[in-house]
């Protein structure tokens, strides 16, 4: 019996200790969410910027590949064919090397700008969703459980 009431009086002296090492813990691990959010709120803000460019940059792409295939193409039939006003029923076309160089280094290159405008659309978008989420993390509203050693709950709105 007086070994029970010893570690009853060690355990009503050491509450406040454990609830004060809770709370510290507890503010710990709110500080550790507001710095990770505020981590995250940054990446996907550099996420966004980085789709905002590659979108600006493929769309310059697509329409630089499609000017040399335009190109390419009207040299071709310009330059090359002597009976331009004859009608050719097979459609055949007399190309020189550099016009199909310039064809297919337009194919390419809007080839290559179709696929950074599609990934920085994406880029986009997600960077730009996942950011506002995030801030909204941040900013919210938070209720607590103990916040202090005389304070049942708090409620606290950041804006």
């Known amino acids: 019996?007086?070994?029970?009431?010893?570690?009853?009086?060690?355990?009503?002296?050491?509450?406040?200790?454990?609830?004060s090492a809770q709370l510290l813990d507890q503010r710990n691990l709110q500080y550790q969410k507001k710095e990770i959010y505020e981590h995250k709120v940054m990446s996907f803000t550099r996420m966004k910027h980085a789709g905002v460019w590659l979108t600006i940059s493929?769309?310059?792409?697509?329409?630089g590949g499609v000017a040399l295939i335009v190109n390419g193409a009207n040299n071709s039939n310009t330059n090359n064919n002597p009976y331009l006003d004859q009608y050719d029923p097979y459609g055949v076309r007399n190309t020189s090397e550099e016009d199909a160089a310039k064809i297919l280094f337009g194919t390419l290159t809007a080839c290559v700008g179709v696929i950074a405008t599609t990934g920085g659309v994406v880029l986009w978008t997600i960077g730009g969703?996942?950011?506002?989420?995030?801030?909204?993390?941040?900013?919210?509203?938070?209720?607590n459980y103990n916040p202090g050693p005389r304070q049942l709950f708090s409620l606290a709105y950041r804006f």
Not at 1 to 19: A, E, T
Not at 58 to 63: K, M, P, Q
């Open 129 to 143: 969703s996942k950011a506002r989420s995030y801030k909204g993390k941040l900013n919210s509203l938070s209720f």
């Open 58 to 63: 493929g769309a310059i792409l697509t329409v």
């Open 1 to 19: 019996m007086k070994k029970f009431r010893i570690f009853l009086l060690i355990g009503i002296l050491s509450f406040p200790f454990l609830l």
